[in-house]
């Protein structure tokens, strides 16, 4: 579409876009320059955007409310639970993409999980896992409410369907011909997964594991209903910022910015993969 | 399940090489750990709410009890609070992926034509994505504070009147629909930008020789191309919407009132702050089943599409 364009429409264009990026970043932007801000500048009016910077919310936040316990929390909770999503995921994912297995039936019923709400099954998983924690299992597994284990279950079930879809999206891409050949070579049916196609898959995978990481570590409604104290994520860390007294902005500010500044990296570096994650693999961006 | 001309093809090498193991085993043995997982944690959730949704289960006086029949449900359904939970969820769902349609198409024939500064306009914008709504929607009450919030400063300064956001029962749904705004349209920005740009060149050239309107072009040639992808957009947002909790959670908790009160609120409401764990399965149970109808009814195509090409792969 090369039609001209007057300086005048792209002026508008360029200024529009401004002010679009303004909206989307601003808040974020807000976020954290809130959190630099002495306790004197945050409850005025005016907002002030010159002030004196100061790091007494981060200490606040790390030292008086502990927030690297949440941290560290989240961090095991989301690893562990990727780890095996990503495991689990590209045997079953490489089996549909290859093997066919299930003629598509399996395929669909794990994919449709996907769309489960989890408000429908939050009161079942609180007390399965009530019960579970009592038994001798559960209780050598972490599987109790507020414990590990009982969060990581949960997000392998509710992040599995997903990196699936995304998974067989991404071995479909890979050619049959190389497995093939390898296999002519003598390799076995493992060597071939280990040596020649996961290989080939990894940047998909690492798309998968970004994907995953990231909606494990901002998730908030099990982690808000089934962890109490010792198992709880940055996401519930956050709201412990509630008191009686009201919320303390600089502080909720500062453990804000530290739990959403890993996932804003990794977004930016996973940019340019990002939308065929979005779309479960649909849009190849 | 007969094995497929798909799999032949590696089946005949696995024989030379006597791995003592079928593809077809092989295959089964893949699958079997996401499959005992998915199974457990999706069935056995599923049964146990359907169990206590035929039963008493206030916990507040004890345990899960004797067995009613459809008593709860003949109760949830008189449930006013239930049908203007259903309201609520309705007008936020409608008004917000509405809205995050239209300006997220928009923003993606912004961009498209944009040459300047490509890979940063979208770092920038896929940032509210990565945010967890539940931390940066608690920071959204402070950027809506009557007093010390910059939306009303800014608005004060260009002389408009300054809402109580979260504190008027007629605007306070409308400031949650805003933070999802917010979070989401950028999702469907990028993606009906990548929607865009995977079209085919052809045609449009074609259509520019013919000297047909850019209003034409746009009406006959790219929205039809591009609704497949949109049609995608909307179902996910759609879902996301109706099961939408955690904004509600952190920004108004559903009020003032029940202004708020999305049937996710209230059903976690109803059984985890009023202990009737058997009016919240019966929810559960409604509102799985009209999700699940929902999403057979607009996944079927798509999940169509993807199996049928993990078939011929």
Partial sequence: MQRKTSVFVETLRYGTIFLVLGFFVFPIFWMVLTSFKPEGAIMVSPPRFLFTPTLENYAHALHDKNFLFYIKNTLIISVVSTAIVVVFGSLAAYSFARYNVGDGHILFFILSTKMMPAIAVILPYFLIFRDVGKTAIGKSLH??????????VTYVMFNLPFAIWLLVSFFQDIPRSLEHSARLDGLSRIQVLRKVTFPLAAPGIAVTAVFTLIFCWNEFLFAYILTRKMASTVTVGVESFFTLQGILWGPVAAAATISVAPMLIFVLIMQRYMVRGLTFGAVRG | MSSTPASSGLAATSKTKGAGLSDRWFSVLLITPAMLITLIFAILPLAQALDVSFRMGDLSRGKIGDYVGLENYRVVFADSTFWQAGWVTLKFTVVAVGLQMLLGVGIAFLLHGATF????????????????????????????????????????????PEPNWLGDYTIALWSVVLFDIWQWTPFVALIALAGLQALPKEPFEAAELDG??????????????????????????????????????????????????????????????????????????????????????????????????????
């Fill in chain 1, 143 to 152: 599987l109790g409410l507020d414990q590990h284990g009982a969060l990581i």
């Fill in chain 2, 117 to 160: 500064a490509k890979g940063l306009t979208r770092s920038l914008l896929i940032l509210p994505l990565a945010t967890s709504a539940a931390v940066t929607g608690l920071f959204w009450r402070y950027l809506y504070d009557t007093q010390f919030g910059v939306m009303n400063w800014i608005l004060g300064s260009l002389g408009l």
């Fill in chain 2, 212 to 313: 047909a309107s850019r209003w034409r072009i746009l009406t006959t040639l790219t929205f039809p191309l591009l609704k497949p992808v949109l049609f995608l957009v909307l179902v996910l947002r759609t879902i996301d919407c109706v099961r939408l909790y955690d904004a509600v959670a952190v920004l108004t908790r559903g009020g003032p009132g029940t202004a708020t009160e999305t049937m996710t609120f209230y059903l976690y409401r109803t059984g985890l702050k009023l202990f009737r764990m058997d009016y919240a399965s019966t929810m559960a149970v409604f509102f799985l089943y009209v999700m699940l109808v929902a999403a057979v009814f607009a996944l079927t195509p798509l999940l169509k599409q993807f199996t049928d090409r993990a078939k011929e792969a």
